[in-house]
């Protein structure tokens, strides 16, 4: 099993940056992706960006030049940079887990909130 908990969030003027973490553990040896999504209010929940073990990355085309996904050499931890945060940037971001098997674990999330 893999536990996440993400951290980072909060509420930030449009144009402004967000540094949003996500802290692995457990068996992290067999995660072989982390992505991290996004659910706003009445919408489905998204992938924004993920990042392999290889530090392949991808981003959905919303956020590219805006964000960046990085993680720590151990790989136990993940970033994602927000800059130049928008308005319809506001949602509940997540990061998810995928493990050799299968497997997916969520964290419980951490919010962006992006005013006019």
């Known amino acids: 099993q893999v536990q996440l908990v993400e951290s980072g969030g909060g509420l930030v003027q449009a144009g402004g940056s967000l540094r949003l973490s996500c802290a692995a553990s457990?068996?992290?040896?067999?995660?072989?992706?982390i992505g991290w999504y996004r659910q706003a209010p009445g919408k489905q929940r998204e992938l924004v960006a993920s990042?392999?073990?290889?530090?392949?990355?991808n981003y959905v085309d919303s956020v590219k030049g805006r964000f960046t996904i990085s993680r720590d050499n151990a790989g136990n931890m993940v970033y994602l940079e927000v800059d130049s945060l928008k308005p319809e940037d506001t949602a509940l971001y997540y990061c998810n887990a995928l493990l050799i098997g299968g497997s997916r674990y969520w964290g419980q999330g951490t919010q962006v909130t992006v005013s006019s």
């Open positions: 457990g068996s992290t040896f067999r995660i072989m992706t």
């Open positions: 990042i392999n073990s290889g530090g392949r990355t």
